[in-house]
């Protein structure tokens, strides 16, 4: 049974930073590209931060210079380092294996993140 599990959301002013964390279970963790995406109430899904297996990064323009993703497979945990928060970062952050841009093979249950003005 795949389980993704994140942890690290929370209330943060703005300006401030947050570090989410996102553990792995049941996928051979290593060979899967992973991703953070989130969902602001009445938007859609939109993928925020991405990481091939290899290491390569991609982010959506919103967060470019403020948000970095890296992983550690030995760990088998994703993170999403998130700087010079924003009100409009507020969402529901997902963490997702196996993403191919909008979809993924698997999704964790999310985390909130509520950045205050």
């Known amino acids: 049974q795949v389980q993704l599990v994140e942890s690290g959301g929370g209330l943060v002013q703005a300006g401030g930073s947050l570090r989410l964390s996102c553990a792995g279970s049941g996928i051979i963790f290593s060979t899967n590209a992973m991703g953070w995406y989130r969902q602001a109430p009445g938007k859609q899904r939109e993928l925020v931060a991405g990481?091939?297996?290899?290491?390569?990064?991609n982010y959506a323009d919103s967060v470019k210079g403020r948000f970095i993703i890296s992983r550690d497979n030995a760990k088998n945990t994703v993170y999403l380092q998130m700087n010079s928060l924003k009100p409009e970062d507020t969402a529901v952050y997902y963490c997702?294996?196996?993403?191919?841009?909008?979809?993924?093979?698997?999704w964790g249950q999310g985390t909130q993140v509520t950045v205050s003005s």
């Open positions: 997702a294996a196996g993403i191919r841009g909008a979809r993924a093979d698997y």
């Open positions: 990481i091939t297996n290899r290491g390569y990064t």
